[in-house]
């Protein structure tokens, strides 16, 4: 289940590269029945993910290209939205099982006005290995043309996204572990 965003523009639907294909087909699991890694949508083609400006903790402003050289896991999430909230430690797990220098889990809370609550959310949860970021006035949201809460990209070291699930899942899964290891692997 994932929630509408409001006052947005809807969003595209993206349907899945050969990178993540083949690591579906090494599964030997046909893509929609890949447990919930099923209702993850490729992108035909890798496409450049737009320079957009978020914030961490310290409301320092960072841009996804600071990130370039390792795969990244883009989550759009809230404290208020409840599938969100259930997702959040299987990404902490995830991110737990990866080196952050090869692999980021980059979860932008939209919390915006709420924004005291997200510490205390992480605490709270026993977040532990993901790092703390803000999307201010969805702007980053709006130029990924995300619709829906939660919504993961996932993107290639080269900054390239990869395709995106709307939606919550087990990311920690081995099927979602198998995503992340092609994604880190894929070079072009």
């Not at 050969?18 to 029945?33: I, T």
């Not at 404290?79 to 980021?104: G, H, I, N, Y």
């Amino acid at each position: 289940m994932a929630y509408p965003v409001p006052n947005f523009l809807p969003g595209r639907r993206y349907i899945l590269s050969g990178v993540l294909s083949s690591v579906l087909a090494a599964l030997a699991v046909p893509a929609r029945a890949a447990g919930e890694m099923g209702k993850f949508e490729k992108a035909k083609v890798p496409k450049p993910l737009p320079d957009l400006e978020f914030q961490n903790a310290d409301d320092k402003p960072l841009r996804f290209t600071d990130f370039r050289g390792k795969a990244l896991l883009i989550n759009f999430w809230a404290t208020w939205c409840a599938p969100c909230v259930k997702e959040m430690p299987s990404l902490d797990r995830l991110q737990a099982k990866f080196p952050k220098d090869k692999f980021l889990v980059l979860p932008l809370s939209i919390d915006g006005p709420t924004r005291p609550k997200v510490a205390p959310f992480y605490k709270d949860q026993k977040l532990a290995h993901l790092g703390i970021y803000f999307d201010k006035g969805r702007k980053a949201m709006q130029g990924l043309n995300v619709s829906l809460l939660p919504t993961s990209i996932l993107v290639d070291p080269m900054g390239r996204e990869l395709g995106r699930l709307e939606g919550d899942a087990d990311w920690d899964m081995p099927e979602g572990v198998a995503l992340m290891k092609a994604a880190i692997a894929s070079q072009g």
